[in-house]
Nanobody
Framework: VQLQASGGGLVQPGGSLRLSCAGSGFTLEHYAIGWFRQAPGKEREAVSCIRGSDGSTYYADSVKGRFTVSRDNAENTVYLQMNSLKPEDTAVYYC???????????????????WGQGTLVTVSS
């Protein structure tokens, strides 16, 4: 199982970015996929989760209404569309999963075993 996150970069406040999480070695649609982020000096936090069974999506309150997680089964990829970005969204973003990982609507997620390498998002003017 491998995950590769990409799409980060420098964006101005109010801008948008789309992160990608490409899976290899497994069929991504059968797994719950979590997006996490870690800002400098802060603990890692869960941002969003998409369930494998039915594609249900969940978001942290801090990103609700601005971020959208989706899945392209043909591409074996999960996306995180981030709009109206704020400086406090600056962080390294990771996608993660494992065979028993699951989503919770509270975003109090278990720690998955398989992680992508992370992609840096910097929101600054």
């Amino acid at each position: 199982v491998q995950l590769q996150a990409s799409g980060g970069g420098l964006v101005q406040p109010g801008g948008s970015l789309r992160l990608s999480c490409a899976g290899s070695g497994f069929t991504l649609e059968h797994y719950a996929i979590g997006w996490f982020r870690q800002a400098p000096g802060k603990e890692r936090e869960a941002v969003s989760c998409i369930r494998g069974s039915d594609g249900s999506t969940y978001y942290a309150d801090s990103v609700k209404g601005r971020f959208t997680v989706s899945r392209d089964n043909a591409e074996n990829t999960v996306y995180l569309q981030m709009n109206s970005l704020k400086p406090e969204d600056t962080a390294v973003y990771y996608c993660a999963t494992d065979p028993v990982f699951f989503c919770r609507d509270t975003l109090e997620l278990p720690t998955p075993d398989y992680w992508g390498q992370g992609t840096l998002v910097t929101v600054s003017s």
